[in-house]
């Protein structure tokens, strides 16, 4: 039996909600009306691509592509997140880091990685460590001027007080400028997956036709759009998915926040 006070916090996370699934079915009825109008060379409708899901699942060709990627994906993004956390607070802890690394951060940031693959073919080749150097090149820069800019968010008015209690350097750290700069890191990192995801397709059409951009590739050229868009439908699946676990460890690890506590409830 739900208390009134759980109750209404239900009642008003639906009502919160209802515009966006009204917004999602009305988008999906256009596109059925649209696909259903259009040919199915140029685009098939919801229906269609439901419709295509479990044969390719059960072909072995979706989990195959979709367990290729992931692996790919799970070793670039590990990379890109330790890496890019653990400079960005390197730049934010020490000023002299900041100073030496930001010029070249901002420079590399800037430069669109496709440009680098020429490189990468010629240090690395086609093996699967070009496609983990990409999705890397993809998503950490998110992280680290997230987790940079958390630590220079930090209020100085925290930090003196906790000197003036007689906190050491590493209490310092580990009691106020992590807890404080955490939420800019989450937020780097539920980027830096977007973007991973990104760099993921990107070197799987450019190094091996393998894994889901592999997929795409190969029903392109048989113009199956149905399948094509189902393999979309996947990639939206897997960013959605490691978005909401991003914000549940953030959830978790945020409690204390109050504003974070009353947007929680209000979802």
């Excluded at 639906?14 to 040919?39: C, K, M, T």
């Excluded at 072995?60 to 979709?66: D, E, R, S, T, Y």
């Excluded at 100085?156 to 700069?181: E, K």
């Excluded at 830096?192 to 592999?214: N, V």
Aim: with cysteine.
């Amino acid at each position: 039996m739900l208390r009134p006070r759980e109750r209404a916090g239900r009642i008003l996370a639906l009502r919160q909600r209802l515009p966006g699934l009204v917004l999602l079915a009305l988008l999906l009825g256009i596109w059925e009306w649209a696909g259903r109008r259009a040919s199915d060379y140029v685009l098939a409708p919801p229906s269609e691509v439901l419709r295509a899901i479990p044969g390719m699942i059960s072909s072995g060709l979706l989990p195959h592509a979709v367990a290729t990627s992931l692996q790919d994906l799970a070793v670039g993004f590990a990379l890109a997140a330790v890496v890019g956390v653990a400079v960005g607070f390197a730049m934010g802890w020490w000023p002299w880091v900041g100073r030496l690394l930001n010029p070249y951060v901002s420079a590399f940031y800037v430069v669109p990685v496709v440009a680098l693959i020429p490189l990468i073919i010629i240090w690395i080749g086609f093996s699967s460590w070009a496609r983990v150097s990409v999705i890397f090149l993809f998503s950490v820069f998110e992280i680290l001027l997230n987790a940079y800019a958390g630590i220079r968010a930090v209020e100085p008015t925290l930090l003196d007080v906790a000197r003036t209690f007689g906190a050491s350097r590493s209490q310092l750290l580990g009691r106020v400028v992590l807890p404080g700069s955490l939420p800019y890191t989450l937020v780097g990192l539920r980027l830096g997956a977007s973007r991973a995801i990104k760099g993921m397709i990107t070197a799987e059409l450019i190094f091996a036709l393998t894994g889901l951009g592999g997929l795409l590739f190969r029903y392109k050229d048989q113009y199956e759009t149905a399948q094509m868009l189902a393999v979309v439908v996947t990639l939206t699946c897997i960013g959605v998915v490691i978005s909401a676990a991003i914000q549940l460890v953030e959830r978790r690890l945020l409690r204390w926040r109050p504003a974070l506590g009353r947007g929680a409830r209000h979802r």
